[in-house]
């Protein structure tokens, strides 16, 4: 079955993406680019390090990010390198990676609310920014709309 603009467009499935995505990185430690990059990187299945800096050109430059998003446990090994008849490591996104893209896909299409309990640091409106997230959050989780 193939889902077309229109269908899309009905169950407004970009509507919320912005406060969603915000929410995700947020509560993640991720920057807008690691999150989308992630998200690509899990439509890729397996990859190698030059999958993804080709799939990293069209989001801000960030020589860490790699090592950053490796070290953190969102990229992990699927396979190392032997150096004679594997001559590259293939990675994969992690459980964490996948498990984040899921919930964000369910909220997405309405099937979950984002979390407002005091584990979501942003519901407790530290700074000026987390107040009004805060409130966006409740707006999406009203919204029986999407």
């Known amino acids: 079955m193939r ?3 229109d269908t899309i467009k009905e169950i407004n499935l ?3 993406y912005r406060i969603i995505r915000k929410w995700a990185c947020k509560s993640n430690n991720l920057t807008d680019s690691d999150l989308e990059l992630l998200i690509y990187l899990e439509s890729e299945g397996r990859f190698t390090k030059n999958d993804y800096e080709k799939g990293v050109f069209s989001y801000s430059w960030d020589k860490r ?3 950053k998003l490796l070290k953190n446990g969102w990229i992990v090994v699927w ?3 032997n150096h004679t008849t594997q001559k590259y490591h293939v990675y994969e996104v992690s459980l964490r990676t ?9 909220i997405m299409l309405g099937h979950e609310d984002l979390p407002t309990s005091g584990h979501n640091k ?3 409106g530290k700074t000026y920014s987390d107040r009004v997230l805060s409130k966006s959050i409740i707006y999406v989780n009203n919204d ?3």
């Open 3 to 5: 889902i077309g603009p």
């Open 14 to 16: 970009l509507k919320h």
């Open 65 to 67: 990010r790699w090592d």
């Open 79 to 81: 396979r190392k390198r």
């Open 98 to 106: 996948k498990q984040l893209t899921n919930r964000i896909y369910k």
């Open 122 to 124: 942003i519901m407790l």
């Open 144 to 146: 029986k709309n999407r």
